[in-house]
């Protein structure tokens, strides 16, 4: 099927910067939307940032202008550069892709298995 990777995580301290990845691989035979979702601890999930496959994109009002995400459609990779990170973007980072892996024309949802964010003060 396929699998997303994710790397790029870390500590940093407030105000600094660090860019996620992630990776799409396997059988794909084409990638609807990319998107970067976290969950801190005793949270829900939540949305960070989308793209779509026609590059338009959408942020969380809580990251909007310190947070771009991109992606590499030859590379089936999606981006995120997070700048200015404050101590409450602290959580565990999911990449979601929607990806048609049976040349259907149907994507399904597939998750990376998360990788640590923390931003100390």
């Known amino acids: 099927q396929v699998q997303l990777v994710e790397s790029g995580g870390g500590l940093v301290q407030a105000g600094g910067s660090l860019r996620l990845s992630c990776a799409a691989s396997?059988?794909?035979?084409?990638?609807?939307?990319m998107a970067w979702y976290r969950q801190a601890p005793g949270k829900q999930r939540e949305l960070v940032a989308r793209t779509s496959s026609d590059g338009s994109t959408n942020y969380a009002d809580s990251v909007k202008g310190r947070f771009t995400i991109s992606r590499d459609n030859a590379k089936n990779t999606v981006y995120l550069q997070m700048n200015n990170l404050k101590p409450e973007d602290t959580a565990v980072y999911y990449c979601y892709a929607a990806v048609d892996y049976r040349r259907t024309g149907i994507a399904y949802d597939f998750w990376g298995q998360g990788i640590q964010v923390t931003v100390s003060s």
């Open positions: 396997g059988t794909i035979f084409g990638v609807a939307t």
